[in-house]
């Protein structure tokens, strides 16, 4: 059964106040302990279940100024630190991982001259063969604490920083070979660039090391489509599948990512990643409330993707004449769901006006606005105040459409595209986005 930890901190210059240690997740940070500061300058941090490894904060009473810190195997261990130099003053007791970062560190500080020099150089540039120098010696010094690392990956295998250095490398694309094309280095650069990480224990968890490079990987590898995505989004997570809490953390990361996406049809990835993993139960951390909530928001999410065809919309007009979405026909329908009393509406509604009637108009739009909120008396105030015509105005005095639903409306105003079979095909956009939108399948179009 494992062990706590305790870890004995001696610090010179407090002899009151709380020490906090804390811990990444990713690169955010959270609180894992406290302790007090005795008048001797010690606060001891202990409890009875081990810590998760990873990089660890040690955190002052101003909550300004920290220490990192490794924790890894061994978790009991002292460190003696002055605040006036955490790099050359912090020594540890019964610790050699931390050992080998101090070295790190102090590797680091002695670079850091020749580091700001090149910054402030770069900046003084005039010309490209200025810009090239201070370049080449950027390259340089890159080179310099590679190898730093490279010959630290050599000399002391299996260490927790050795995880880190080896997940920050980078695959190094050999040179072309003929009877490859142009793709090449792309293909090399994305199939290799997991090799060095080690996905089967949960050392990178609490670093910002893997958020890091799921980031550059979904974002500058990933084909930006929600099908590619999805496909990508299953083999990473296949890849968790030895570590729980690196499985945890990816599914986390991915679902998150592409749920607060704010490109528009990434909703799709969230959904898929739902549906493939929280619904079968995989979420394991979850309670029901909180996995009934995310399952519910994906299902919300589920009818009105892009690419789906528009749930059908029922309402009455301004005049309780009924008004059908299926028997509207035009090239293109913008419905736009909106509330007269709410402030983005005010401004965003005759912004959408004024577009319709300069130039969507005459590329066959139509505009459907649905009211959501407010009294049938502020709706019409502001379609008359705001001169809001040639759209066709509705509502669900009954509440029986669903819309809200079908719509995914929680918030206004909301905004969809939809092409002449009534097919979704843009949703969420502001003016200008949908302007450019309407304008290049348009032109696409006619040059087709």
């Known amino acids: 059964m494992a062990q706590g930890y305790q870890l004995t901190v001696k610090l010179k210059n407090y002899q009151q106040g709380k020490l906090f240690l804390g811990h990444y997740m990713g690169k955010s940070t ?3 302990d406290s302790a007090e500061i005795s008048p001797a300058g010690v606060a001891v941090l202990k409890g009875k279940t081990h810590l998760n ?3 660890y904060l ?18 009991t261990f002292e460190v003696s630190l002055d605040t006036s130099d955490f790099v050359n003053k912090t020594v540890y007791k019964g610790s050699p991982d931390n050992d080998l970062f101090v070295a790190y560190n102090k590797f680091l500080l002695q670079q850091d001259g020749e580091s700001r020099a090149i910054q402030a150089d770069l900046k003084l540039a005039k010309t490209t063969a200025d810009t090239a120098k201070v370049q080449e010696r950027q390259a340089a010094l890159m080179k310099k604490i590679n190898e730093y690392r490279d010959k630290f990956i050599a000399d002391h295998p299996g260490t927790i920083l050795t995880t880190i250095f080896k997940a920050m490398k980078e695959p190094v694309v050999p040179p072309k ?3 490859e094309d142009s793709s090449f280095a792309y293909r090399y650069f994305k199939s290799h660039y997991w090799d060095e990480v080690d996905l089967n224990s949960d050392r990178l968890v609490r670093t910002p090391v893997l958020e890091a490079k799921l980031q550059k990987y979904f974002t500058q590898l990933v084909v930006a489509m929600p099908d590619s995505i999805n496909a990508d989004c299953d083999a990473m ?29 990434m909703d799709a990835v969230f959904v898929h990643l739902v549906e493939k993993y929280y619904v079968p139960g995989e979420a394991f951390w979850l309670n029901d409330e909180q996995l009934n909530k995310i399952v519910s928001r994906a299902y919300s999410i589920a009818p009105n993707l892009i690419g789906q065809q528009a749930a059908p919309l029922e309402l009455k007009d301004t005049a309780s004449k009924a008004v059908s979405l299926y028997k509207t026909q035009a090239k293109y329908t913008v419905l736009v769901f909106w509330d007269p009393t709410c402030g983005h509406c005010k401004t965003e509604i005759p912004r959408l006006d004024s577009a319709y009637n300069s130039r969507w108009k ?8 649905i009211k959501t909120e407010g009294t049938k008396d502020e709706w019409l105030s502001f379609i008359k105040q705001n001169h809001i015509t040639g759209w066709i105005h509705a509502w669900d005095p009954e509440s ?3 819309y809200r639903r079908l719509y995914d409306v929680y918030s206004t105003p909301v905004v969809y595209l939809l092409d002449e079979k009534k097919k979704i095909v843009a949703k969420r956009l502001g ?18």
Do not use: C, H
């Open 30 to 32: 959270y609180l894992t």
């Open 53 to 55: 490894s990873g990089i």
């Open 58 to 75: 040690l955190v002052m009473p101003d909550k300004q100024r920290y220490l990192e810190t490794l924790i890894d195997k061994n978790q």
């Open 177 to 179: 070979p003929a009877t």
């Open 237 to 265: 997570i296949a890849r968790t599948r030895k570590n729980k809490e690196v499985f945890k953390f990816v599914l986390w990361w991915l679902t998150y990512n592409y749920e607060s996406s704010p490109y528009m049809g």
């Open 362 to 369: 005459q590329l066959g739009v139509k505009m459907i606005g």
């Open 400 to 402: 029986t459409s669903n």
């Open 431 to 448: 003016v200008e986005q949908l302007d450019q939108f309407l304008t290049r399948n348009t032109n696409s179009t006619v040059a087709n």
